[in-house]
T-cell receptor, first 116, second 113 residues
Framework: DTEVTQTPKHLVMGMTNKKSLKCEQHMGHRAMYWYKQKAKKPPELMFVYSYEKLSINESVPSRFSPECPNSSLLNLHLHALQPEDSALYLC???????????????FGDGTRLSIL | GQQLNQSPQSMFIQEGEDVSMNCTSSSIFNTWLWYKQDPGEGPVLLIALYKAGELTSNGRLTAQFGITRKDSFLNISASIPSDVGIYFCAGQLYGGATNKLIFGTGTLLAVQP
């Protein structure tokens, strides 16, 4: 069982809708990530939050708006999406450096998003 | 975005066979990770490698961090049907609490009973 929980598991929305994806972890991790994954492709990084502050935005269109309300929660607000935005959206988290090594990222099971 | 070269792209094997896949990069990484992804699920961490030359096992899985820090391989011994899935390598760049992963292109493994 994954320790990163994502809701909803599936989401179908129209291009004019506004919806939000949610991610939660209780491992005490201080970095959280959003990825987009197309079928049979590797995940592509979208955003990174470190200590609840946005630290990386990989030139993601503004129709995707991330939010980190606290150290355990990460949201992705969606508005006016396009059909090509249909994908699996993955959340991940990682701990601070320990022992001089970066700690690996742990992924949730994702939200399967379909844009009509 | 940047991706690592991962090979083979796919493998179709018989149950009980051994499997080997590898990743190469033109860049040096501090950490190499191997993930497995089943359909409808997120990637699950299999093995993490932190030192050049490190050889690490996890059950039937063995992975090594290349001496040059630009490559890694994953071996699976005595494959079973539940090994089916997509395997991704990932190189991790130094960045404190916000480490960035560069993923390989993935290896699709099919195991015939």
């Amino acid at each position: 069982d994954t320790e990163v929980t994502q809701t909803p598991k599936h989401l179908v929305m129209g291009m004019t809708n506004k919806k939000s994806l949610k991610c939660e972890q209780h491992m005490g991790h201080r970095a959280m990530y959003w990825y987009k994954q197309k079928a049979k492709k590797p995940p592509e990084l979208m955003f990174v939050y470190s200590y609840e502050k946005l630290s990386i935005n990989e030139s993601v269109p503004s129709r995707f708006s991330p939010e980190c309300p606290n150290s355990s929660l990460l949201n992705l607000h969606l508005h006016a999406l396009q059909p090509e935005d249909s994908a699996l959206y993955l959340c991940a988290s990682s701990q601070d450096m320990e022992g001089g090594y970066n700690q690996p990222q742990h992924f949730g099971d994702g939200t399967r998003l379909s844009i009509l | 975005g940047q991706q690592l070269n991962q090979s083979p792209q796919s493998m179709f094997i018989q149950e009980g066979e051994d499997v080997s896949m590898n990743c190469t990069s033109s860049s040096i990484f501090n950490t190499w990770l191997w993930y497995k992804q089943d359909p409808g699920e997120g990637p699950v961490l299999l093995i993490a490698l932190y030192k050049a030359g490190e050889l690490t096992s996890n059950g039937r899985l063995t992975a090594q961090f290349g001496i040059t820090r630009k490559d890694s391989f994953l071996n699976i011994s005595a494959s079973i049907p539940s090994d089916v899935g997509i395997y991704f390598c990932a190189g991790q760049l130094y960045g404190g609490a916000t480490n960035k992963l560069i993923f390989g292109t993935g290896t699709l493994l099919a195991v015939q009973p």
